[in-house]
């Protein structure tokens, strides 16, 4: 995996084995199905489909409840995002 491409998975979750924390402080973006997303608590590029939080409601152990919809999932770094459009305006 190189540097300038998330993973495949990425989760939220401490308590998920896809879980890495130097790349969610690093900043992860999601468009799902072309729209930009802020609300994803997990995503799957393979499988096509990200969980988002359902309002604020909690779970029996005090997880925020979460609904799986599918579509095309495309992440990328905020950081390299932000220098390119950084780029864009100096020209």
Known sequence: MSDDVPPDRLSTNP???YYN????RRG???RFKGQERTN????CVSEGWIRVAVGKTLDR???PMTMKASGSVEPYFRDTADDKT???KQD
């Open 15 to 17: 308590a998920s084995p």
């Open 86 to 88: 950084a780029g864009d």
């Open 21 to 24: 924390e130097a790349l969610l």
């Open 40 to 43: 994803v608590e997990e995503y």
């Open 61 to 63: 152990r005090g997880n």
């Open 28 to 30: 992860v973006g999601i």
